[in-house]
């Protein structure tokens, strides 16, 4: 069977758990620019740049990824949400942008493969793409509001040299998280659907959006049900929410999107909002027992943890949903469908 087919019967089991967060993880041990330079040779400061370690410290990597498949995940996320060469050019990487992607997809595929043979439950890998720290929708300029620094054809570009480095590493999936932007998102899409053609084959994608208010709408100014009307065209495998804000927050706009959406439902919020510091303190039993909530209630069939969230948390997570089935997906009425920044749905 495909990926896809493989992940829609297990989704069809139990209540799926992917993993949690990285910067999380990276940030406790602590590491010097020294361990994210490596010797590659590059001249501007490396600290930070958390995708390069899948090259100068691939073993952090892989006790991160170990640490989420030993916690329960079924599905690990690559180390690569600013792996692309409009990020990378911060730090003066672009060039190295195909062999991070394919780095990092290679420990998450030799890790998941090694857990599935293990026991004979399959385990997926997930190549995470983010948003880019540019938008398409907005001018970063006030004086001019038409202006934009990147355009739509250019980002496609983009996200279609991280999409093919991370199939070739072994990637499942394109997961496109953290979609502040959906004009951002279209563009991601449209590069898949390029990788395709090239490819000869389906390359199935995941869709999770951020949202910037309690209202419930992206910086680009999307509601969940807009964002969903303008994104489903993509037939992702899941599509979801996650960042944002804790599980309380969120839990309106989740239950929102399980009613509206024919596909899976993936979420992973952060663990609880942020204290002044700008650390998460919310414990994993916490985080485990509104997941609990939310699966008890049929609106999810995919959790798992953003900012703040450990091996911990998913454990936690993974235990306290272990044996509640998973959300239906709905038979959706057939209806043309649109969205400006408010859902339209044109009268038969």
Same mark, same amino acid.
């Given at each position: 069977?495909?990926?896809?087919?493989?992940?829609?019967?297990?989704?069809?089991?139990?209540?799926?758990?992917?993993?949690?967060?990285f910067?999380?993880?990276?940030?406790?041990?602590? %590491? $010097?620019?020294?361990?994210?330079?490596?010797?590659?040779?590059?001249?501007?400061?490396q600290? $930070?740049?958390?995708?390069?370690?899948?090259?100068?410290?691939?073993?952090?990597?892989?006790?991160?990824?170990? #640490?989420?498949?030993e916690?329960?995940?079924?599905?690990?996320s690559?180390?690569? /949400?600013?792996?692309?060469?409009i990020?990378?050019?911060?730090?003066?990487?672009?060039?190295?942008?195909?062999?991070?992607?394919?780095?990092?997809?290679g420990?998450?595929?030799r890790?998941?493969?090694?857990?599935?043979?293990?026991?004979?439950?399959?385990?997926?890998?997930a190549?995470?793409?983010?948003?880019?720290?540019?938008t398409?929708?907005?001018?970063p300029?006030?004086e001019?509001?038409?202006?934009?620094?990147?355009?739509?054809?250019?980002?496609?570009?983009?996200?279609?040299?991280?999409?093919?480095?991370?199939?070739?590493?072994?990637?499942? /999936?394109? %997961?496109?998280?953290?979609?502040?932007d959906?004009?951002?998102?279209?563009?991601?899409?449209?590069?898949?659907r390029?990788?395709?053609?090239?490819?000869?084959?389906e390359?199935?994608?995941?869709?999770?959006l951020?949202?910037?208010?309690?209202? $419930?709408?992206?910086?680009?100014?999307?509601?969940?049900?807009? /964002?969903?009307?303008a994104?489903?065209?993509?037939?992702?495998?899941?599509?979801?929410?996650?960042?944002?804000f804790?599980?309380d927050?969120?839990?309106?706009?989740?239950?929102?999107l399980?009613?509206?959406?024919?596909?899976?439902?993936?979420?992973y919020?952060?663990a609880?909002?942020?204290?002044?510091?700008?650390?998460y303190?919310?414990?994993?039993?916490?985080?485990?027992a509104?997941l609990?909530?939310?699966? #008890?209630?049929?609106?999810?069939?995919? %959790?798992?943890?953003?900012?703040?969230?450990?091996?911990?948390h998913? #454990?936690?997570?993974?235990?306290?949903? #272990?044996? %509640?089935?998973?959300?239906?997906?709905?038979?959706v009425?057939?209806?043309?469908?649109?969205?400006g920044?408010?859902?339209?749905?044109?009268?038969?």
């Open positions: 069977m495909s990926a896809r087919d493989t992940f829609l019967a297990e989704a069809g089991k139990r209540i799926l758990i992917c993993d949690g967060a910067g999380t993880q990276i940030q406790q041990r602590r %590491l $010097g620019e020294a361990d994210f330079a490596g010797d590659l040779g590059l001249a501007r400061d600290g $930070g740049n958390n995708d390069i370690l899948a090259l100068t410290r691939p073993d952090v990597i892989a006790d991160v990824t170990r #640490a989420y498949l916690a329960g995940a079924d599905m690990v690559t180390n690569t /949400f600013s792996a692309n060469t990020s990378q050019a911060d730090y003066g990487a672009e060039a190295l942008v195909g062999d991070i992607n394919r780095a990092a997809a420990i998450a595929r890790l998941a493969d090694a857990f599935a043979a293990a026991d004979g439950r399959p385990r997926f890998v190549g995470a793409i983010g948003p880019t720290n540019k398409l929708s907005l001018s300029r006030v001019d509001p038409g202006y934009r620094e990147i355009t739509f054809d250019h980002l496609s570009d983009v996200y279609r040299e991280q999409a093919a480095a991370l199939v070739e590493g072994g990637a499942d /999936f394109i %997961l496109i998280e953290t979609i502040f959906t004009l951002n998102a279209k563009a991601a899409i449209h590069a898949v390029r990788l395709e053609r090239e490819l000869g084959r390359v199935p994608m995941m869709l999770s951020t949202l910037t208010d309690l209202s $419930g709408r992206n910086l680009s100014g999307h509601t969940v049900e807009a /964002f969903w009307h994104v489903r065209h993509a037939r992702p495998l899941t599509v979801g929410l996650n960042c944002s804790g599980a927050q969120l839990r309106p706009h989740v239950q929102l399980s009613r509206i959406a024919d596909t899976l439902v993936l979420a919020p952060n609880g909002l942020p204290n002044e510091l700008g650390d303190d919310e414990m994993p039993d916490a985080t485990a509104k609990r909530d939310w699966a #008890a209630q049929g609106h999810v069939n995919v %959790l798992g943890g953003c900012c703040g969230s450990t091996p911990a998913i #454990a936690a997570i993974a235990a306290a949903v #272990a044996g %509640l089935p998973p959300r239906v997906v709905p038979q009425e057939r209806a043309t469908r649109l969205a920044l408010e859902p339209f749905t044109m009268a038969a």
